[in-house]
């Protein structure tokens, strides 16, 4: 996965003079590449629920890549994949907790109950005021949807 | 309060845009990120008034926000080096100089904000936008070098001829003891409060009486705009006492009213505004804390409003609480959803026929792979170029390309096949995105590397050596 994030060969681009990038076809563009490469793995004995979490790592990874580091969720989930790939990679157990200045759930009384659920779902709601919560809930709905309708059309091109 | 209030100010401006798109203008981000979080010394570029610079970094960061606009740098820059002495360590958010050079004096612009400061009287009858200090680049020229206690008037005249350029709104009130009427006498202080408050066309002529009116919620921000000094409007730490309460909340009813009005905001793309002014309601505690709770409210309120319009069937609900349960339930959904399908696309994937690809390719693609097959490309790589294949049009070139090599023996031409894939590879190269030419060198390389081990796998099943030449 790191070999998306390295620009440093970015010398060819896109020849298409009309060339747009809009945020479905990247994200299409990266998770098409993303299934390629686990299919690539596939004569390795991969079990269905081993390839199952590496598909969905890799639609959590195109979401997080596309929407970059433009929110906060998507900086929060990049930093997840690469601590849990790192891990997996050097087999290292220690997980450095990094330092963000919370508040925890009972100084914020203002909030509705539901609010804790929220920040669990949303990938760095934990640290997050409840405005700027809703603000980044709003956001990672539409890419979970764009990435759900990308999902379901390959499936469906595929089982047809 | 205060405290809470400080970190949503950067958010403040985001929510300049909010109404505009969900994506955020990166431009716009970078440059409000820089208003706020840059210190104030930068901004000293050359010496000049102090508490106009004060004034004019707010106008600087309103510039800056704008992002459209285009000015002279040298006013800005005037106004911007004076701010030192007693403003600089009360305003540590000043944009830095060279974010000020978008920055457009023209009347044009102050008939804008006059028009964006246009209250949608519905939701806000009370707020105001401060966009006099626009106004200020025109003033600032003229006066030269002022002392501080100069400021008011510089901040008159500055206010006079944004009332001129607006034609008679209220503003004329502020201006009048510039021009010696005594419609508000009110003293420097309270004059600087008054015009922050003026500062956008209201387009009411009650407005005049308000003022007057609300004189005693005025005299709350007044007094704190007394007690720092020439410390005013300006994005201000937390540390600040009332008076950067009084700017903070009224930057985030500044917020929640750009918010609020629809019309305004159209014709202006970014608003002007780095602190905001609230005015208490008719009825309405005028404390501080209650008016930074109730922009917050209505901050959080447009926030739900959207995501309303996001959740598929919530029209009908009605209510905070529901819609936050709601919302849980959608965004749930959708990750079982995605776990779902990837569960899907697991079992799907390793009988997947890439001939049938084209097929599957969205018309997003389309434009990502137009160019692979515009190209002509060699019979080899048709294994490779089919996952970058986009429409259904060429669908048929690339089967007949694909079904030639099953027609080639496989012990013979293995390696030529390999190295003509990568030799197609190469000249690809040109034509892919980077990631694209990362993943096809690197499934050439792998498959290189399978040649010695998989030749003797490969009697006459070309359909094994072609999945492993796709993707």
Same mark, same amino acid.
């Given at each position: ?5 390295? !620009? ?7 020849? %298409?003079?009309?060339?747009?990038? %809009? ?31 590496? *598909? ?6 195109? =979401? ?14 990049? *930093? ?14 220690? /997980? !450095?907790?990094? /330092? !963000?200045?919370?508040?925890?759930? =009972? ?14 779902? /949303? ?17 990672? =709905? ?5 990435? /759900?309708?990308? =999902? ?9 | ?30 440059? @409000? ?19 106009? &610079? ?96 100069? $400021? ?125 002014? +609230? ?10 804390? &209650?008016?930074?709770?109730? +922009? ?9 409003? @959207? ?9 009908? +609900? +009605?209510?905070?609480? $529901? ?58 790589? &048709? ?23 099953? &027609? ?64």
């Amino acid at each position: 996965m790191d070999q998306f994030m390295d !620009r440093k060969n970015y010398t060819h681009r896109n020849p %298409n003079p009309n060339y747009t990038p %809009n945020y479905n076809s990247m994200q299409s563009l990266r998770f098409i590449q993303a299934l390629a490469r686990i299919n690539r793995a596939a004569p390795k004995p991969t079990t269905p629920s081993r390839r199952t979490k590496q *598909i969905r790592r890799a639609a959590y990874a195109s =979401m997080a890549y596309t929407s970059g580091s433009r929110h906060n969720w998507s900086r929060a989930l990049l *930093i997840r994949l690469r601590q849990r790939q790192r891990l997996r990679s050097l087999r290292l157990l220690t /997980v !450095r907790r990094r /330092v !963000r200045i919370v508040t925890p759930a =009972m100084s914020r009384p203002e909030e509705p109950a539901r609010a804790e659920t929220l920040r669990r779902l /949303v990938p760095g709601g934990k640290s997050m005021e409840y405005c700027n919560l809703l603000e980044e809930t709003a956001d990672y =709905m539409q890419c979970l949807r764009s990435q /759900v309708q990308l =999902m379901q059309s390959l499936v469906d091109a595929f089982s047809s | 309060m205060n405290c809470g209030e400080s970190s949503e100010m950067p958010h403040c401006f985001l929510n300049l845009n909010w109404d505009q798109s969900i994506d955020p203008n990166s431009q716009l981000d970078s440059a @409000l990120n820089s208003i706020v979080s840059s210190p104030a010394p930068n901004l000293i570029s050359q010496p000049e008034i102090s508490p106009q &610079s004060h004034y004019i970094s707010t106008n600087g960061t309103i510039g800056t926000s704008t992002g459209s606009l285009t000015s002279p740098p040298p006013e800005l820059n005037l106004s911007m080096g004076g701010g030192r002495a007693g403003l600089m360590p009360m305003l540590p958010n000043l944009v830095p100089m060279n974010h000020i050079d978008q920055f457009q004096p023209d009347s044009s612009f102050t008939q804008r904000a006059a028009r964006l400061s246009c209250f949608d009287g519905q939701n806000y009858p009370g707020f105001i936008t401060q966009f006099d200090l626009t106004s200020i680049k025109d003033k600032r020229p003229e006066t030269g070098l002022l002392g501080g206690g100069q $400021v008011t008037q510089l901040l008159d005249k500055a206010q006079l001829g944004f009332n001129n350029a607006v034609n008679g709104h209220d503003e004329s009130s502020v201006s009048d003891p510039v021009s010696g009427s005594g419609q508000i006498g009110l003293p420097g202080p309270s004059d600087i409060g008054v015009r922050k408050r003026k500062a956008s066309a209201k387009g009411k002529g009650k407005e005049t009486q308000k003022v007057s009116e609300d004189k005693g919620s005025d005299t709350k921000r007044c007094k704190s705009v007394e007690s720092n000094g020439t410390q005013e409007e300006g994005i201000k730490p937390k540390s600040e006492p009332n008076g950067s309460v009084s700017t903070g909340t009224t930057e985030k009813g500044n917020g929640a009213k750009s918010k609020g009005k629809d019309t305004g905001t159209k014709q202006l793309p970014e608003p002007p505004k780095d602190y905001i002014h +609230v005015r208490a309601r008719r009825g309405e505690a005028t404390d501080s804390h &209650s008016l930074a709770e109730r +922009v917050r409210r209505e901050k959080i309120s447009q926030r739900m409003k @959207l995501l309303q319009d996001l959740v598929p069937g919530c029209n009908k +609900v +009605v209510g905070k609480a $529901v819609m936050l349960d709601e919302i849980i339930n959608y965004v749930q959904s959708l990750q079982r959803q995605v776990e779902f399908l990837s569960m899907k696309l697991a079992t799907v994937n390793p009988q997947l026929d890439f001939n049938n690809l084209p097929s599957l390719l969205t018309k997003d693609m389309q434009q990502a792979c137009a160019p692979l097959l515009n190209s002509s490309f060699p019979l080899d790589t &048709s294994g490779l170029a089919l996952p970058f294949t986009n429409s259904q049009q060429q669908a048929n070139p690339l089967h007949f390309v694909s079904s030639s090599p099953s &027609s080639v023996d496989p012990h013979n031409t293995m390696h030529p096949f390999f190295n003509a894939i990568t030799d197609a590879a190469s000249q690809l190269g040109a034509f892919w995105h980077d990631d694209l030419q990362n993943v096809v060198q690197m499934d050439i390389r792998q498959n290189q590397e399978e040649i010695p081990v998989s030749s003797q796998a490969f009697n006459g099943t070309i359909q094994q050596a072609h999945m492993k030449m796709e993707l």
